[in-house]
């Protein structure tokens, strides 16, 4: 009994929370404020003589195995709560008709509990052909899970891939957080050596440096989304509930750190140019000219997450509208800087300015030969 009331207590606690962040991030400010994703210093040279026809462009790509019509994963969001069953289900049969992938939220919910397994294989029920990514937090994996329980999360979705969630920072500003990261590298290469799907690692809003690229590449990850900071930021909604409950402690970390992290534009950069895995460009992305922009920096893929989730709890037709948008401004970029291909896109040439540039230099990437290709 007394154990039963202790799993009731876990599961509500759990249920809480998930909703905690879908309200939070739907009702308040969460993104940053100081801090950009210094896709505003990166511009285009436009060619008043694209000599392609726009409706030809071809927008597909094939990474990770999978061919997506469009270079879009819409990131992780969520799971473990009833709101998320119809979030989940709008975004899958969305991705299901344009041919693209998302990721799931974390899925330690439904390991604690397995009432809540249907708030994610509602995934695979929309979504049977799409690119599907299973999802759990490196916290987790270092204390509470080993294989089997990967394994597991990966068959409830029958997912193309696990994503490993990297969030030190909301970790540290949680209540319930779990700020443990001594040992992770190693875990990851474990789970890489033994699962059967590729292994994305991914930040949360924060970024990831070359530094931890390089060791992520050689400890067999098959892919970074490297999740930088200019979008939401999960201090941000670690203030909204610190406030809520009159935590005046995590209110005061999570205020001084809103807007910590490395810009997405100079991580997509930094990771680029030091490892040969694909690299999904995410965090404060918010159109097909961000994506244009990633993707000609070197990301294979980009992504974004808290524009599609009003959306979502609307229904499937609103997150289509969504990314259909998206898909016309992708399209027009290429459009207007001549690349009829994903391929080409990634050659087309560019010119870093501003604070991304300098922060580059300092770092030590070469930022002029981006302008000097041919295209
Ligand atoms: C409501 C909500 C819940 C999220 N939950 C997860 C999660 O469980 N696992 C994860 O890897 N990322 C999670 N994220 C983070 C996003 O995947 C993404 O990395 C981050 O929000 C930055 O992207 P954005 O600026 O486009 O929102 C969540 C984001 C939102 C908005």
Same mark, same amino acid.
């Given at each position: 009994?007394?154990?039963?009331?202790?799993?009731?207590?876990?599961?509500?606690?759990?249920?809480?929370?998930?909703?905690?962040?879908?309200?939070?991030?739907?009702?308040?400010?969460?993104?940053?404020?100081?801090?950009?994703?210094?896709?505003?210093?990166?511009?285009?040279?436009?060619?008043?003589?694209?000599?392609?026809?726009?409706?030809?462009?071809?927008?597909?790509?094939?990474?990770?195995?999978?061919?997506?019509?469009?270079?879009?994963?819409?990131?992780?969001?969520?799971?473990?709560? +009833?709101?998320?069953?119809? %979030?989940? *289900?709008?975004? #899958?049969?969305?991705? @299901? $008709?344009? =041919?693209?992938?998302?990721?799931?939220?974390?899925?330690?919910?439904?390991?604690?509990?397995?009432?809540?397994?249907?708030?994610?294989?509602?995934?695979?029920?929309?979504?049977?052909?799409?690119?599907?990514?299973?999802?759990?937090?490196?916290?987790?994996?270092?204390?509470?899970?080993?294989?089997?329980?990967?394994?597991?999360?990966?068959?409830?979705?029958?997912?193309?891939?696990?994503?490993?969630?990297?969030?030190?920072?909301?970790?540290?500003?949680?209540?319930?957080?779990?700020?443990?990261?001594?040992?992770?590298?190693?875990?990851?290469?474990?789970?890489?050596?033994?699962?059967?799907?590729?292994?994305?690692?991914? +930040?949360?809003?924060?970024? %990831?440096? *070359?530094?931890? #690229?390089?060791?992520? @590449? $050689?400890? =067999?990850?098959?892919?970074?989304?490297?999740?930088?900071?200019?979008?939401?930021?999960?201090?941000?909604?670690?203030?909204?509930?610190?406030?809520?409950?009159?935590?005046?402690?995590?209110?005061?970390?999570?205020?001084?750190?809103?807007?910590?992290?490395?810009?997405?534009?100079?991580?997509?950069?930094?990771?680029?140019?030091?490892?040969?895995?694909?690299?999904?460009?995410?965090?404060?992305?918010?159109?097909?000219?961000?994506?244009?922009?990633?993707?000609?920096?070197?990301?294979?893929?980009?992504?974004?997450?808290?524009?599609?989730?009003?959306?979502?709890?609307?229904?499937?037709?609103?997150?289509?509208?969504?990314?259909?948008?998206?898909?016309?401004?992708?399209?027009?970029?290429?459009?207007?800087?001549?690349?009829?291909?994903?391929?080409?896109?990634?050659?087309?040439?560019?010119?870093?300015?501003?604070?991304?540039?300098?922060?580059?230099?300092?770092?030590?990437?070469?930022?002029?030969?981006?302008?000097?290709?041919?295209?």
């Amino acid at each position: 009994m007394g154990q039963e009331l202790s799993d009731e207590m876990k599961e509500k606690r759990i249920k809480k929370r998930k909703t905690d962040h879908i309200y939070i991030c739907l009702n308040e400010d969460v993104e940053a404020k100081k801090i950009t994703t210094g896709f505003e210093d990166i511009f285009f040279i436009h060619r008043a003589l694209p000599e392609l026809n726009l409706e030809e462009i071809d927008l597909t790509t094939e990474v990770f195995g999978y061919k997506f019509s469009a270079p879009i994963m819409i990131s992780s969001i969520t799971g473990g709560a +009833e709101e998320a069953i119809k %979030i989940n *289900a709008s975004i #899958a049969e969305a991705i @299901e $008709e344009f =041919g693209l992938g998302m990721g799931v939220g974390s899925q330690r919910a439904a390991l604690e509990n397995p009432n809540l397994r249907r708030t994610y294989t509602i995934v695979r029920k929309k979504a049977p052909n799409a690119f599907l990514a299973a999802n759990i937090g490196a916290s987790q994996i270092i204390r509470d899970y080993g294989i089997k329980e990967l394994e597991k999360i990966v068959e409830m979705i029958e997912a193309d891939a696990l994503i490993i969630h990297l969030n030190p920072l909301q970790e540290a500003i949680q209540p319930e957080g779990e700020a443990f990261y001594l040992g992770a590298l190693r875990k990851i290469r474990q789970i890489a050596e033994s699962l059967d799907v590729p292994i994305i690692v991914k +930040e949360t809003g924060a970024g %990831i440096s *070359a530094e931890d #690229a390089k060791k992520l @590449e $050689e400890a =067999g990850v098959a892919g970074i989304d490297v999740a930088g900071a200019g979008g939401t930021s999960w201090a941000a909604v670690e203030w909204y509930r610190a406030h809520q409950r009159g935590d005046h402690l995590a209110e005061e970390v999570g205020k001084e750190f809103w807007d910590w992290g490395i810009p997405t534009a100079a991580s997509v950069i930094e990771v680029a140019q030091s490892v040969d895995i694909p690299i999904i460009a995410s965090g404060g992305v918010r159109s097909g000219l961000d994506i244009a922009k990633a993707i000609s920096l070197g990301a294979d893929l980009a992504g974004f997450a808290l524009p599609i989730l009003e959306p979502a709890v609307k229904g499937s037709e609103k997150v289509k509208e969504k990314i259909k948008i998206v898909i016309q401004q992708l399209r027009t970029s290429m459009f207007l800087v001549g690349a009829c291909s994903i391929e080409r896109l990634k050659g087309a040439p560019l010119v870093v300015l501003g604070k991304t540039a300098e922060w580059l230099r300092i770092r030590g990437f070469d930022i002029d030969s981006y302008a000097r290709r041919e295209g």
